[in-house]
């Protein structure tokens, strides 16, 4: 009897100079994508962060007043931790994103404001792997994400972004999805990992209200399994995964 073969993820494109990552609440990125993000950075390309909300309803025993700033905060130190200076907020709220032309239209500003070849998102299904019930802010985020990459390249949907003085930009080549079920291409993790375990571990407030555990130790188990479960896919390496999607 043969092994059934298991197909093999490709690596990701790297003729880019700027990506935009567009997820929905501070440390979605963290959670799997910073260390693909750290060897970008080093490789001198310009990455940028844009969320959705601040996370304010994130942790239980925080009032989302005091909760927004703080989350702030934590996911600035996240951003520098893996070379990304540039975060915005677009101010949807926590919890209740409603995917719609609202979102498209802050989404397709913030594409036609960095002019990114790149874009990246989380997971936009129902599902994480069809075990576990996605967020209603992930899907409406990442569904958003990919229809304003092309929204973002046309003149005529969102006509007051050109009023604004934000020129159609119609350069996105790729929509790459962290954290999908259906990943065809990967990053090498190694060379970003350990300031990816860092990225994450500035969300320190938010860790803290999850686990019992050292949060060093849950930060450090989770990037690791997450990236040696793709590394059968990947030739043996640790890697991040994305589905790619290509324009
Ligand atoms: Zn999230």
Known sequence: MTEPKITQLQPMPTDWHRALCVVAHPDDLEYGCSAAIAGWTDGGRDVIYVLATRGEAGIDTLDPAVCGAL???????????????????????????????????DIAAAIRRHR?????????????????????????????TLDAAADAGNRWIFPELTEQGLEPWNGVRWVAIAGSGRPTHAVDAGPGLERAVRSLLE???????LTQQDPETYVRDFLTTQTTA?????GGTPAVAFEVFSR
Request: a negative charge.
């Open 116 to 144: 990114p070849e790149l874009v990246i998102t989380l997971n936009h299904r129902d599902t994480w792997g069809e075990v576990a019930w996605n967020t209603p802010d992930h899907v409406a985020v990442g569904r958003a």
């Open 230 to 234: 793709n590394a059968a896919r990947f």
């Open 71 to 105: 989350r702030e905060r934590e996911q600035r130190a996240g951003a520098a931790a893996v070379g990304v200076s540039t975060v915005e907020f677009l101010d949807h709220r926590d919890g209740v994103i409603e995917y719609g032309p609202a979102l498209r239209r």
């Open 203 to 209: 969300h320190r407030t938010y860790i803290e209200a």
